[in-house]
């Protein structure tokens, strides 16, 4: 086989794997019938749905005895609310086998294979026209899960024929259990049977009655402007590549890798058959792209978007990310090397030593593992920053930093000459090392914040924040300066001009930090640092505008708004003050780790037009998704329609409604209504990397004239 037709090949199984891995799974096919067509008006029938499943895959059903938060994702039924019939008990699965998931959950639960059955007793109170059914649960195979989400099912109608008997009404009729009704599966069998004694989970009608956005209907009610839901807004997706590509750079100056370059390119282009030498050169180099994004990809499909809220704001793995930085700071500074078992390196060099394509590819892999020690703290911070967010986020993180890693190898093996002009090795490779030390050591401070702030502990105010970074970066100053020193440290007496730039550099950031802890906004670390809000010692602490106040706000002694502007934080009341007051209303879907929503108020928010608007002109509520600290009252508890579970705080409340209600789960999100809760423009995302005044002050001003026209 050419060498063209390989590389093709190659190319092509690439692509197969990335397309398998985000490929969705198989979903179920539905359908509803009933015991009878024909029922007397009293009389209860049972709402039967069946289901086929693909094979190798398995459904989880109702039954578990897992705790109420724990195992897989159990089957959920939502029956929309309709005066021609009431439901009788709850739904149960039949068909389903029990299983022990021994290696995650250490519990049971049922499973549907090849097919399954879901049977409902309902009363016919008269002509029924027809029932939805929102389906939720999970469905796996060996490979991993995918949650099924709000799908509908349509029962067909019930024709009413008179009116029941009162033997007719009594409820005396039981479900089958699963053992009894397996044989039966895919039969209509409504006869007297036994009762189930598996536990069950009930059924859930969604009502209007504590929740203005939960509609009867029990769909996705996703409110549109001329058609259109939101603006489409970049996901700062080309910020993370940057980011990585940086990193992989970085990566490079490290004494693991850079003395690596001159002898693995000497490796391959040593080769007299200057063809060969450029196609195992670029193989090589090709084969750290794949690798690296590989990683990327089965991370990404691991984690997924639905992780994404969790892993950002919950404590547990900001508490981990805070430790891992931690550690590998301390192993940048000397403390101790991080390695891998060296029987997997030398596995992986003997295959190297065979040459050609096969041995090139190995010896990519070589690489990675030998520069493991330098390499994975970065490659780890790259995809800690790249899993607080969407799915993809991870792959294309690699691959920015896999291509800036395999960019000198391909470049020197076309113009072999550079290799005379590489800077020699030596003892400012561990420098580079020890300044990322002080980096990691300061980005985990910035994991610690996050949940100090969606908790509500108190720990981390904006001023000791800030007092910690300003004392690490003047320790890095100083370790520039050659003032501080570690034991593998080599001396060097003579300042240099580059590294002059970076002592000066590394102290104006500092002296730029220090105004901050007089309550100056810092705007260019928006984001970096805890709200304004924390901070106790300020010069000039601006003064909550009076306007837009109907009544003292409800969780206002957790919750601030930057800038003096006085918002609610409640979205019940914030649409009573909107129609008091005939103003419209901005919604301001925030979050207290989102460093958009920071960079978008302290770059965007904090110029006068837009604060004069926010102020004078909108009932302002912000609506933060993510805190974990604020419950609601026991009264205001409904079920989430897409996981099942009760919700109990006002983060996950915010958090059902801007995903229900404008379809997005990505903050910051703005949205303009009027007192008919309709858009008055479509949602506005932040610009990413930009974040411009004049489209925003547009955003705002259109929504003033829409709004004269359709209040």
């Known amino acids: 086989m050419s060498f063209q037709k390989r590389v093709f090949a190659l190319l092509i199984l690439f692509t197969g794997i990335l397309q398998l891995t985000a490929a969705g799974f198989p979903k179920p096919n539905f359908k509803a019938s009933y015991s009878k067509a024909e029922a007397k008006a009293g009389e209860i029938i049972e709402l039967i749905i069946r289901f086929d499943i693909a094979k190798d895959f398995h459904v989880y059903s109702e039954k578990s005895d897992c705790p109420e938060y724990d195992g897989p994702i159990r089957a959920q039924l939502e029956f929309t609310p309709n005066p021609s019939y009431e439901l009788v008990g709850t739904f149960t699965g039949v068909g ?31 002509g029924i026209t027809g029932i939805s059914i929102l389906f939720n649960g999970q469905i796996c195979n060996e490979s991993g899960c995918e949650n099924l989400r709000d799908i509908v099912i349509q029962a067909p109608p019930v024709k009413v024929i008179g009116t029941a008997s009162p033997t007719q009404i009594t409820p005396d009729k039981q479900v089958p259990t699963s053992t009894e009704a397996t044989a039966n599966l895919g039969e209509d069998t409504p006869g007297d049977t036994k009762d189930t004694t598996t536990a069950t989970t009930p059924a859930r009608s969604i009502s209007s009655e504590t929740l203005d956005y939960k509609k009867p209907e029990g769909l996705k009610e996703i409110k549109t402007f001329n058609g259109k839901a939101s603006e489409e807004k970049g996901e700062g997706m080309m910020g993370l590549f940057i980011l990585a590509f940086l990193s992989g750079l970085t990566a490079l100056l490290t004494p693991c890798v850079f003395p690596m370059i001159p002898m693995t390119v ?84 003997k295959q190297a030593d065979k040459g050609g394509i096969t041995g090139s590819i190995f010896m990519a892999i070589t690489i990675a593992l030998v520069s493991f020690s330098c390499t994975g703290p970065i490659v780890g911070t790259v995809l800690v920053e790249a899993v607080h967010g969407g799915a993809m986020r991870p792959a294309i993180a690699m691959f920015g930093f896999s291509l800036a890693f395999a960019i000198p190898f391909g470049l020197l093996a076309l113009f072999p000459s550079w290799l005379n002009n590489l800077p020699k090795s030596g003892g400012w490779l561990n420098g580079v090392k020890v300044v990322l030390g002080f980096v990691e050591l300061a980005f985990a401070l910035k994991f610690l914040s ?68 007089f309550g100056a906004p810092l705007k260019a670390l928006a984001g970096y640092l805890p709200p304004m809000s924390t901070q106790d010692f300020r010069l000039d602490r601006a003064a909550e505008s009076e306007a837009g106040i109907c009544r003292t706000p409800k969780y206002s002694e957790y919750l601030h708004s930057p800038h003096g502007i006085h918002s609610y934080y409640d979205y019940d009341e914030a649409v009573a003050c909107a ?30 037009n837009v604060l004069t608007i926010l102020k004078e002109k909108y009932i302002v509520v912000s609506l933060y998704v993510d805190d974990k600290k604020i419950k ?11 996981s099942g579970k009760t919700i109990k705080t006002l983060g996950d409340k915010n958090a059902e409604l801007q995903e229900y209600y404008f379809g997005k789960s990505t903050q910051p999100l703005y949205c303009l209504l009027n007192s008919k809760e309709e858009l008055l423009q479509p949602a506005y995302g932040a610009d990413y990397f930009q974040f411009k005044v004049e489209p925003f002050v547009e955003f705002l001003k259109e929504g003033l004239k829409e709004y004269s026209k359709n209040p």
């Open 450 to 517: 996050i949940p100090d702030q969606t908790y509500h502990w108190g720990i981390l105010d904006r001023e000791i924040y800030l007092a910690i970074w300003i004392v690490i970066f003047t320790l890095l100053g100083l370790y520039l300066l050659g003032k501080i020193q570690f034991d593998h440290d080599t001396p060097n007496p003579n300042l240099g001009v580059f590294r002059l730039g970076l002592v000066i550099a590394v102290f104006s950031f500092v002296a730029y930090m220090i105004p901050g802890m």
């Open 266 to 349: 000497s490796f391959f282009i040593r080769n007299k058959n200057r063809a060969i030498a450029l196609r195992d050169t670029f193989v090589f180099a090709f084969s750290i792209i794949a690798l690296y994004t590989i990683v990327g990809t089965i991370v990404a499909f691991a984690f997924g978007a639905n992780a994404a809220n969790w892993l950002s704001t919950h404590w547990a793995p900001n508490i981990f990310f805070t430790v891992i930085f931690v550690v590998f700071a301390a192993s940048f500074f000397g403390a101790f090397e991080i390695t891998l078992p060296s029987w997997i390196v030398n596995k992986v060099d």
């Open 579 to 608: 129609r008091e007051q005939n103003k419209p209303l901005f919604i301001d879907f925030t979050g207290h780790g989102c460093v958009n929503c920071r960079k978008m108020e302290e770059k965007v928010w904090a110029d006068p």
């Open 632 to 642: 609601l009252d026991p009264s205001e508890y409904f079920t989430s329609r897409s």
């Open 96 to 126: 389903d086998h029990m299983v022990k998931e021994e290696e995650i959950w250490n519990c049971s639960t049922g499973e549907f294979t090849d097919k399954g059955e879901f049977r409902q007793k309902i009363r016919v109170l008269k």
